[in-house]
């Protein structure tokens, strides 16, 4: 990731027909780029995400990332980051797709979290839960879109100058019909291995649920400083997501009450028809929880016990490719049929897979090149 103020090698063109006046490079990916831009029409800034010209000359790629402009655009709730339009332009005789989002200045959830951290060893509970409510609002309103995000972690979470948490990269999520998005095409598994739900590892269809599941092993993290699971190799990660359970928060951060732990414990459930039923549910739950007097600053314990590692993964749970894959001790229950379907189809940017050994990275490799979106940082300004 380019650090915010790189010169990209667009910096200085403008796209929109002139409107869009590119500026600084915030970031880019191996499919897009996101500058910040001066919309001279409205005198503001605005973030640009670009999809790299050997990709802009495919009609399959333009389509996908069109359809995620349309399907983040009809997102509009405060913890979102908006889209305000799309279209394609010609920059050096090149066709250049472009999405024109809301530029968020502040910090993302990550660096919020590692100045916590150093600080106390962890975030405070009761700051935890209400940034983790906020990104449940924003689940909410995209869940019942019929958007099912795939990807919810730290660094996919704003937290603006003012405290507005801003949920962004919908690059890879993808809508839900029948209530299940089937992870059927040939390509990688999609996400985040640390933050992958079980039925994502397996290449299962997955739901609103898997979310939740994504924002338990946020909330973990938030509240200990550790990851539940982690490992030498998104392969074992993936394992450990499928079959073993996590230790319970409190273990690692004695401040931590048991009404919290019990809050992680349904949200990281194996079976999705054991978690919470919705993101209403669950931010309701953050809400209740977080009245009982969550304020106390994290007692983290010295030498806790560790993340779950996933060891003895083999190819007795994950066979080699086109071998069928064999579901969870206790089996993933048919997923429920949520309200108001979404209305759009396709999905969102970037393939799935049907099996969970498909498109891992080799040990020590960056977890970005494990997701199947654009990998393209989100369009925010780093504050000091």
């Known amino acids: 990731m380019s650090q915010h103020g790189a010169q ?46 050997e990709l802009g000359r495919e009609q399959s ?6 359809r995620e402009a349309q399907a983040v655009a009809k997102l509009s709730h405060t913890n979102i980051v908006s889209v ?31 100045t916590d951290a150093r600080q106390y060893g962890a975030m405070p509970t009761d700051k935890a839960l209400k940034i983790t409510g906020d ?10 879109m019929g958007l099912v995000h795939r990807d919810i972690k730290p660094g996919n979470v704003m937290v603006t100058k003012r405290g507005v948490v801003k949920v962004m ?7 839900m019909q029948s209530g299940v998005s089937s992870m059927t095409q040939t390509g990688m598994v999609v996400g985040t291995p640390q933050y992958l739900s079980p039925e994502q590892a397996l290449g299962r269809g997955v739901d609103a649920r898997s979310d939740l599941y994504s924002v338990g092993i946020m909330l973990f993290e938030l509240l200990t400083g550790r990851l539940p699971f982690d490992a030498d190799s998104p392969l074992a990660i993936a394992y450990a997501h499928v079959q073993e359970e996590p230790v319970a928060p409190s273990s690692i951060n004695q401040a931590i009450p048991p009404a919290v732990d019990a809050l992680v414990a349904r949200a990281l459930k194996k079976n999705p028809n054991e978690r919470f039923p919705s993101a209403e ?18 007692i983290i314990i010295s030498g806790g016990p560790p993340a779950r590692s996933g060891a003895g993964v083999g190819s007795a749970v994950f066979p080699p490719v086109d071998t069928p894959v064999p579901g969870p001790q206790q089996g993933v229950q048919t997923p429920y049929q949520p309200q108001g379907q979404g209305q759009f189809g ?12 498909q498109g891992f990275p080799t040990a020590g ?7 199947s979106g654009p990998s393209t940082p989100p369009p925010y300004g780093y504050s000091t």
């Open 281 to 298: 549910a669950m931010r309701d739950e953050c809400a209740r929880v977080g009245q009982g007097g969550t304020g106390a600053s994290p």
């Open 365 to 371: 490799a960056p977890t970005q090149a494990y997701s």
């Open 346 to 357: 396709g999905g969102g940017f970037g393939p799935s897979t049907p099996n969970p050994q």
């Open 84 to 114: 305000f339009d799309t279209g394609e332009d010609e920059i050096d005789g090149a066709l250049m797709p472009y999405i024109i989002m809301e530029y968020v200045e502040g910090q993302p959830l990550r660096s919020v979290l590692d």
């Open 61 to 66: 790629f333009r389509e996908r990332f069109r």
């Open 135 to 144: 990104v449940l609002a924003a689940l909410e309103v995209s869940h019942e």
């Open 8 to 53: 990209g090698r667009y910096a200085g063109q403008s796209i929109g027909g002139g409107r869009y006046q590119l500026q600084d490079l915030l970031g880019e990916g191996g499919m897009a780029s996101v500058h910040l831009a001066y919309d001279t029409a409205l005198d503001r800034q605005v973030a640009i995400k670009t999809l790299h010209t």
């Open 169 to 175: 990269d919908f690059g890879i999520a993808r809508a």
